[in-house]
């Protein structure tokens, strides 16, 4: 079992940056792959990025790509999401969740799936003002 607290949210202009950071318990952290997902209100969870166990895979929604890096740190048990560029679509509650490295390692749509996450944290809250 692993418990993730994310940070680092909060309200920013139009075209501003935040860091997102997701710190995992336990030691096991290396052993599952990692992902950002997000909901806005009255919107289903959707998915934005997510990493291999040792960030030699990364995933990206299109929306965010190119203005976004996910990244995690496994000796501080610590994924990332750098977001640049923000727009106000971006605003959302954002969640990490984790999932067995050997589950998502099956295809590279698992990294995309909500359903395939074990763990989530509690979400944190992005509000992109125009």
């Known amino acids: 079992q692993v418990q993730l607290v994310e940070s680092g949210g909060g309200l920013v202009q139009a075209g501003g940056s935040l860091r997102l950071s997701c710190e995992a318990s336990?030691?096991?952290?290396?052993?599952?792959?990692m992902g950002w997902f997000r909901q806005a209100p009255g919107k289903e969870r959707e998915f934005v990025a997510a990493?291999?166990?040792?960030?030699?895979?990364?995933y990206y929604h299109h929306s965010v790509e190119g203005r976004s890096t996910i990244s995690r740190d496994n000796a501080k048990n610590t994924l990332y999401l750098q977001m640049n560029r923000l727009k106000p679509e971006d605003t959302a509650v954002y969640y990490c969740?984790?999932?067995?490295?050997?589950?998502?390692?099956?295809?590279?749509?698992?990294?995309?799936?909500?359903?395939?996450?074990?763990?989530w944290g509690q979400g944190t809250q992005v509000t992109v003002s125009s």
């Open positions: 336990g030691r096991t952290f290396t052993t599952y792959a």
């Open positions: 969740a984790a999932q067995p490295q050997g589950r998502a390692a099956v295809s590279g749509t698992y990294y995309t799936q909500a359903a395939r996450y074990d763990f």
């Open positions: 990493i291999s166990w040792n960030g030699g895979s990364r």
